[in-house]
């Protein structure tokens, strides 16, 4: 039962990632804890980059968790519908893009200056807290500081030693630029390795086998 669970919980939030390209119509908004903003550009012209980031756009490593905005297409009422289409972490000049993986870029001067004008008086969604997670589909079932893993490491050129990996499900009640399902993380299943995203990274030994075990990682 807990594997279909897991499973199904997955597929979630796999359709939750797809969704934004197939539902690209309408006016943008930003949109926080309380209320939301247009975000206007010129015919034609995204005024933030949420869609064919070109593929040369340097990345950046996973900021602390922070207050952030969702960007996603509204009605114009004030009311978000759709999904996200990007994330925006204001206090990391930050904009997570949705994916498999997802990306995160540093926002560009004009971007930064735009949604800090329409979000004035805006207060951003909280930094998630609580998750459900998941160890190759297995519920983790007291899954406290697995946040850690999204900034935790120290990177590493290979991992010769995983001896294969663990897949790691992260996910909130709320979708955020951390529990969206864009970000891969997995466990090696010997040693102490962590992949997110691609880059492999080295964490403490006694990190990873709580990991393995799905056990909380803070006390």
Same mark, same amino acid.
């Given at each position: 039962?807990? &594997? ?185 299943? &010997? ?29």
């Amino acid at each position: 039962m807990v &594997r279909k669970l897991g499973l199904a919980a997955v597929a979630a939030v796999l359709v939750l990632v797809a969704a934004p390209a197939a539902s690209a119509k309408g006016p943008l908004e930003v949109c926080g804890a309380s209320g939301c903003a247009g975000l206007a550009g010129d015919a034609g012209y995204w005024p933030v980059r949420i869609i064919g980031v070109d593929p040369a756009t340097p990345t950046i490593a996973a900021p602390v968790l922070a207050p952030y905005f969702v960007i996603r297409f509204g009605d114009g009422s004030g009311s978000p519908r759709g999904h996200p289409l990007a994330y925006w972490i204001p206090s990391a000049s930050v904009l997570r893009l949705p994916g498999r993986p997802g990306l995160w870029i540093a926002t560009l001067p004009s971007e930064e200056a735009l949604l800090d004008e329409v979000t004035a008086g805006l207060r951003p969604y909280a930094a998630p807290a609580r998750v459900s997670v998941y160890v190759e589909y297995e519920a983790v079932p007291r899954p406290s500081g697995y946040l850690r893993l999204f900034t935790i490491g120290t990177p590493v050129a290979g991992s010769p030693s995983a001896g294969g990996w663990l897949e790691i499900w992260i996910m909130g009640h709320r979708s955020s630029p951390w529990t969206d399902g864009s970000t891969t993380l997995w466990i090696s299943r &010997r040693g102490s390795l962590l992949k997110r995203d691609g880059q492999v990274f080295r964490i403490p030994l006694s990190l990873a086998k709580r990991i393995r075990g799905r056990l909380p990682l803070t006390p």
